[in-house]
């Protein structure tokens, strides 16, 4: 049975909580992202942003609450898990590639394994992704050949060869050397131009000033303060944001 | 009788209990790798019963000398299990090939393991992040990197098993240390026979080895 909360928001959060043994590390968090959004989350380490985004597409068991994807409870039945990951695609910290594939066979693996479809549609798509991500050059090249903003940019192409409606960044640029920044962050900015839905954990303001249609801020397992990204890094209302800011700007 | 003639006569009789032992030993790589993936598999399960099934099985046969294991589906076994008559004529390959895989299988069970343990949990993520089931991302994901690790730790054991099965001599399977045992007992030539036994062992094992390092050679190549 699938549960239907009645609206027509991309992903809605309810009362979600998630704790580690006695460790609980997020408390009562509830969230409504609209479709083609762009969500950016931020906090200190440690306030469970990764913990939040991996909660969203099932890598971590919700303790309670509840969590839809485009209306369909999704947090509670494995059955319907496979079903939702095929909308979320995930952007990893540490880019994660099958490191026994090519550049090309990352992409083409999830939609001939898992969609079905057939070999030479999923080679033309990827090819398509490949130069979308400015890799055409790379199809044949193993993940340790390649820089690591290269290899984040065929993770993005991997996740997006799914078709998602729903794209998961999990700093994907913190592991990067300076100079690559910038590669995956315009890969992300075009994504965001062409209305895909986003949920981003990053500390680059710059990208959520830009490209940001909200700004979480969350510390110790709550959202403290959210709203656009204007009013948030200009008015910071709560004091926690102020001294986060202080900290890292 | 010189060292040359008596080898050369024995050399038929030699040659057909070395055959014995490639068979017998590629038999029983081949059923203990089955053996020893499903009990890995079982070892790595979420389900703990399954697990508990998989320690105990290691537990079991790694505890225990193979000597004994052997003489126990030989002549244990069939007192509460009719093997004897199932199998009938050919219980004695079918009780060894059955001892050496129980045996081989609970190392061939901890090399998979490991190999599996050795590919980090990113690499799963990542799979099940496409949407691949649990299934697809073993069969695509996992196991072809861990079988990359596991081809060192394996080829040793499967050279373990050619050296184990020279233990069948003492159920009466004419592989080639029985050979060399029926040769002697004739032939009183101890000297003569054990350095002909000794060095068809060695020429065995060493193509193994080389056929061995021809693969790590070439995974090490393209480095996948
Ligand atoms: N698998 C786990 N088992 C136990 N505790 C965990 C686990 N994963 C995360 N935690 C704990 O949950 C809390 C939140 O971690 P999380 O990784 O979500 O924070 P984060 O905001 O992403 O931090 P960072 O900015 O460092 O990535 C931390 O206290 C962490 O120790
Ligand atoms: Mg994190």
Excluded at chain 2, 3 to 11: F, H, K, R, V
Excluded at chain 2, 27 to 47: E, N, P
């Amino acid at each position: 049975m699938k549960l239907q909360n009645g609206s027509n928001d991309m992903v809605v959060i309810k009362n979600l909580s998630k704790a580690f043994g006695d460790n609980v590390v997020l408390k009562d968090i509830s969230i409504s992202i609209k479709e083609g959004d762009v969500v950016v989350i931020i906090g200190a380490s440690g306030s469970g942003k990764t913990t939040l985004i991996r909660c969203i597409n099932g890598l971590e068991e919700v303790t309670s609450g509840d969590i839809y994807v485009r209306g369909v409870e999704v947090a509670h039945s494995k059955s319907d898990l496979i079903e939702m990951r095929k909308e979320i695609g995930m952007v990893f910290q540490h880019f994660n590639l099958f490191a026994h594939l090519t550049v090309l066979d990352n992409i083409m693996i999830g939609p001939t394994k898992v969609l079905k479809i057939k070999k030479e549609e999923a080679h033309k798509k990827a090819l398509a992704l490949l130069d979308q991500v400015g890799l055409s050059d790379k199809s044949g090249a193993y993940p340790d050949e390649l820089s690591g903003g290269q290899q984040q940019r065929v993770a993005i192409a991997r996740a997006l060869a799914m078709g998602p409606r729903v794209m998961l960044f999990d700093e994907p640029t913190s592991a990067l050397d300076p100079e690559m920044v910038g590669e995956v962050l315009s890969v992300m900015k075009q994504l965001a131009k062409e209305k895909i839905t986003m949920i981003v954990v990053t500390h680059e303001m710059g990208f959520a000033k830009e490209v940001g249609d909200m700004v979480i801020f969350m510390d110790d397992g709550l959202i403290v303060e959210q709203g656009k990204p204007k009013e948030i890094f200009s008015h910071p209302k709560e004091e926690r944001t102020k001294a986060f800011f202080n900290k890292i700007l | 009788m010189n060292i040359l003639s008596i080898i050369n006569a024995a050399m038929p009789q030699l040659l057909y209990g070395a055959k014995l032992t490639v068979l017998y030993s590629i038999a029983t790589i081949f059923f203990a790798t089955i053996v020893g993936l499903i009990f890995a598999l079982c070892k790595l399960s979420i389900t703990a019963s399954l697990r508990k099934i998989g320690e105990s099985y290691v537990h079991l046969f790694r505890g225990l000398p193979l000597l004994v294991e052997i003489f126990y589906v030989y002549f244990a076994l069939p007192m509460v299990l009719p093997l004897h008559r199932w199998f009938d004529p050919y219980f004695t390959p079918v009780a060894g090939i059955l001892a050496l895989t129980l045996n081989e299988g609970a190392y061939i069970t901890e090399i998979i393991r490991a190999g599996v343990l050795s590919v980090p949990k990113g690499q799963t993520e990542a799979a099940l992040s496409i949407s691949m089931s649990k299934y697809q991302t073993m069969r695509y994901i996992i196991l072809p990197q861990a079988f990359k690790r596991m081809i060192p730790p394996l080829m040793n054991q499967f050279i373990q098993t050619i050296k184990d099965t020279s233990l069948l001599s003492v159920i009466s399977i004419n592989e080639l240390t029985r050979q060399g045992q029926i040769i002697i007992s004739t032939t009183f030539e101890s000297l003569q026979i054990w350095t002909a036994v000794a060095i068809i062992y060695l020429i065995v094992i060493l193509s193994l080895t080389s056929i061995s390092s021809y693969f790590e050679r070439k995974y090490e190549i393209t480095k996948r």
